[in-house]
């Protein structure tokens, strides 16, 4: 068995032209739809993502601006910077980049931002009204895991999902979209035991670890949907994702690294913006 490709260009690319055609009556209308990038980071592989971001958003006629407030950055300025931002009624979207300088955690800064301004569901109060079933920004890259199944027609209704990863940015708030979608979930972290146990029963699973092709065939059963999150830099200056290729041996359906999430969660944080 060789797994089916679940590439996510097409999908990306009308997202686009939705939030192009968009964008365009905004700035004749003579306000341009803009979005503050605010980092405070010198790791390559976040400023690699933040120029991409610029890079789409000019592409279909949004304003993007990277406010980079430097590695020596405070909670408090951040917090005050964030804020103000929200406040700005000349910013339509705001988004924190991490990682963040020694010292300052996620959970000290994001309630800074407006949740109707957090294009990238950073904000507690986002995560909280997503898992309530209230009107909320979800995080791109987890709103692009469901996007990218609904575009290649898999079911999520009564199927058994496995999210390995916890985190506030993708785990957690996909376990939430996965369930709204009528999923059974679970969701494994580095406590869980025999990971492949559990990995091994899912329908569909997602690795989003951060950790170089953690999954492996013995990880999977035959016909499984897998989707790979990681983005995992390679010496060569490559990425590679948290699923070791092999897997598509054994998988029914596979998103490739790079190509695969990535494309589709640049498009919907544009999309968040111009909403």
Do not use: F
């Not at 009556?25 to 990038?37: C, F």
């Not at 997503?130 to 009564?158: F, I, R, S």
């Not at 999923?183 to 899912?202: E, P």
């Not at 999150?229 to 596979?254: I, K, R």
């Amino acid at each position: 068995m060789t797994a089916r490709r679940l590439a996510g260009g097409d999908l990306a690319a009308r997202i686009r032209a939705e939030v192009a055609e968009r964008a365009t009556a905004r700035r004749d209308a003579g306000r341009p739809a803009r979005l503050v990038i605010v980092t405070a980071t010198d790791d390559e592989a976040s400023a690699w993502y933040v120029r991409s971001i610029a890079s789409a958003a000019g592409k279909v006629g949004l304003d993007c601006d990277v406010d980079d407030l430097g590695t020596a950055a405070t909670a408090a300025g951040l917090s005050a910077r964030l804020a103000a931002l929200s406040a700005d009624p000349a910013v339509d979207g705001v988004m924190l980049q991490t990682p963040l300088p020694p010292g300052v955690a996620l959970a000290d800064v994001s309630g800074a931002i407006d949740p109707a301004k957090d294009v990238d569901g950073a904000n507690p109060l986002s995560l909280g009204r997503l898992a309530t079933g209230l009107p909320a920004y979800a995080p791109a890259t987890a709103a692009a895991v469901v996007a990218l199944l609904d575009e290649y027609d898999v079911g999520l209704a009564g199927a058994r999902a496995v999210v390995v990863g916890r985190s506030a940015v993708v785990g957690k708030p996909l376990a939430h979209l996965l369930l709204d979608r009528d999923a059974t979930v679970t969701v494994c972290h580095s406590r869980t035991r025999d990971l492949a146990a559990v990995t091994s029963s899912a329908d569909v699973l997602v690795a989003a670890v951060g950790r170089t092709h953690l999954v492996t065939p013995e990880h999977v059963r035959a016909g499984v949907v897998v989707v790979d999150v990681g983005t995992n830099p390679t010496p060569d200056g490559g990425l590679a994702g948290d699923v070791d290729p092999a897997v598509a041996e054994v998988a029914a359906a596979l998103t490739p690294v790079p190509g695969g999430v990535g494309p589709v969660t640049t498009a919907l944080l544009l999309k968040n913006v111009v909403d």
